[in-house]
């Protein structure tokens, strides 16, 4: 893919009276040690088993859902459950819960392979955890705030400084076309 933005900046670069200006917005670093994604098979039948009460459950993203409840007690509750469920009986199976008043939004954060002797523990009992989960993904970077940018010779005077935040790039576009200060 590299070689394909290769010659698609070399072509821009060839046409006359052109200036280019080239950013990311973010980058990767790979993960010191790979981080496995799951997620629930059946949301509604997980959440009954382990005796949270809601009014709907809704899967987005990979690893996220969304939990709606009748009454704001009930979302607290309920997030106080979730926050108690563990793996293997050291890591919490939900690092990450957002109280939104009569929804909670939950993401299942367990990062490490899920074997059949991998154990959730819950209000006094314990479930076999690859029985609620399904595979996903091996993750092995993540991003971050560094961003690239490369500004052609016309543009390049007007540049943010290096280590600048790609939201400066707007103002380089102005003060090209002699736009504001």
């Known amino acids: 893919m590299l070689k394909v ?4 900046l070399t ?3 060839e046409l006359p009276n052109t200036e280019i200006i080239f950013a990311t917005g ?3 670093k790979p993960y010191e040690q790979l981080k496995f994604y799951y ?3 059946d949301h ?3 959440l009954k088993k382990v005796g949270v009460e809601f ?3 809704v899967p987005r993203m990979t690893r996220d859902f969304l939990v709606s409840f009748d009454t704001e007690e009930q979302a607290s509750r309920a997030e106080q459950q979730l926050t108690k469920i563990l793996v293997n009986n050291e890591v919490k199976l939900f690092e990450e819960i957002d109280n939104r008043g009569k929804d909670i939004f939950v993401v299942l ?3 490490s392979e899920i074997t059949d002797k991998t154990m959730i523990s819950y209000s006094g009992k314990e479930s076999q955890l690859s029985d609620l989960v399904t595979f996903v993904a091996i993750k092995n970077g993540e991003h971050q705030s ?7 010779d016309g543009v390049s005077e007007f540049a943010p400084p290096q280590g600048s935040h790609v939201a400066k790039i707007h103002n380089t576009v102005l003060q090209f076309f002699g736009i504001g200060s």
């Open 26 to 28: 973010l980058s990767q």
């Open 109 to 111: 954060t367990y990062p």
């Open 55 to 57: 009014a709907d459950v």
């Open 146 to 152: 560094k961003g690239f940018a490369y500004f052609s």
């Open 44 to 46: 509604a039948s997980f």
């Open 39 to 41: 997620r629930l098979k």
């Open 5 to 8: 933005y290769d010659e698609m």
């Open 11 to 13: 072509d821009l670069l």
